[in-house]
Every structure is written in C-alpha cells, then in structure tokens.
C-alpha cells in the first residue's frame, strides 16, 4: 500500500457529505492500473446496509466508466483537494471513449488493490466491494416527475451498492481532513 494514504475508519469521517457529494463532487474510478476509468459524480448515498457500512453510486449506461463498474469487483470514490476542481470538470465533461483524462488532467494513478485505483491528488477515498447492482426502472417511480425530468433520454441510471471495506485519507500535511 501506497504511503500517501492512511487508513481511517469510515465512523470517524467528519464530513459533511450532503454538500461533499453535492458541491464538492467525487470521482468514481473502476478497473485496473492496467486499464481503468474515472469520472466526476455528484449523486450518491453513503449510509449503513446489511449491517455494513455502504456507498451507492449511480452510473448512466453511456459512461465509460459504466463498462469498468460492470466488470470489476470494486469501486472506489474519491474526493479531491478543493484545488483539483478543474480537475472534477474535466472528468465530468469528457469521455474516457474518445479523451486520455490521465494524460489530459495529470491525475497521478494509485493502486490500493488489484481492482481498487485512486489518486495522488485524493483528499479522502473509499474502497467499494460491489454487493448489489440493479437499474432505476420507470415503473417503479412513485412520482413521475422525477423521472420525466431526470430520464428524458431513457437512460436510466444502475446502481451499485457498495461495502466500504477501506477508507483512506491522504497524509498529506496539506489534507484539510
Ligand atoms: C458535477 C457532475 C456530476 C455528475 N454526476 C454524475 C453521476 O452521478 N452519474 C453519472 O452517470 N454521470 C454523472 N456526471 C456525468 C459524467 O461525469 C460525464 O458524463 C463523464 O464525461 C463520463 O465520463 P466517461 O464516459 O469517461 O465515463 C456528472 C458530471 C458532473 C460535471
């Protein structure tokens, strides 16, 4: 394991995930070192299932990233340093299919596991193991405007339930965490 993270419990995070994942945004990353895709996110939940710590993220069938969630066992979700947002908007508006965001961004690859990669620039990563994976499906919406507004497109969201089995913070003495 890398030195530029440590290991934290997920029950000692102070965060405040609301404005986390709604302003701050994240990184959902999947595959390998050899081969891997990362992409900004903002919706999300972090909670407990199963009596386990969880995060679910919600990936569109269209992202690239999607095909690397599907495949591998884990996930994992990062948070960056307030200065790397031009960093977030790069990987949310350009595609892994057609762009080298490793290359374009200068985002620096870690590998936490096989199927587990980060970032140097991370300020706070979990590590996913995939329990439950499905898709938002439009006859179970309860209120139908949530759906014509979110799915005009019909590209209904899967979601994967993951167990936070690490977290890490960077041990950077930068790290605001
Ligand atoms: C702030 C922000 C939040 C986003 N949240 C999500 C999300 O939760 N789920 C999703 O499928 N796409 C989301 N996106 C869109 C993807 O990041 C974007 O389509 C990205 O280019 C996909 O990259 P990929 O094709 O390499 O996977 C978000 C984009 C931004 C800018």
Known sequence: MTTLFKTVSAESLKDNFFSRLDRDWMLITAGTMAQ?????ASWGTLG????????????????FTFQFA???AFYTLS???EQYRDILDFCGSHSGKDTDKVAQTGLKPVELG???ITFEQAR???ECRKLYA??????NFLVREIMEKNYPGKDFHRFFI???VNCYSSSSPFSIL
């Open 48 to 63: 407990i299932l199963w009596n386990k710590p969880v995060a679910i993220c919600f990936i569109r069938p269209q992202r």
């Open 79 to 81: 948070f960056l340093e």
């Open 162 to 164: 993951g167990e936070i």
């Open 36 to 40: 891997f895709n990362t992409m900004t």
């Open 114 to 116: 096989a199927e587990s």
């Open 134 to 139: 499905d898709f938002i499906k439009p006859e």
């Open 70 to 72: 599907e495949k591998h």
């Open 124 to 126: 706070l990563v979990m």
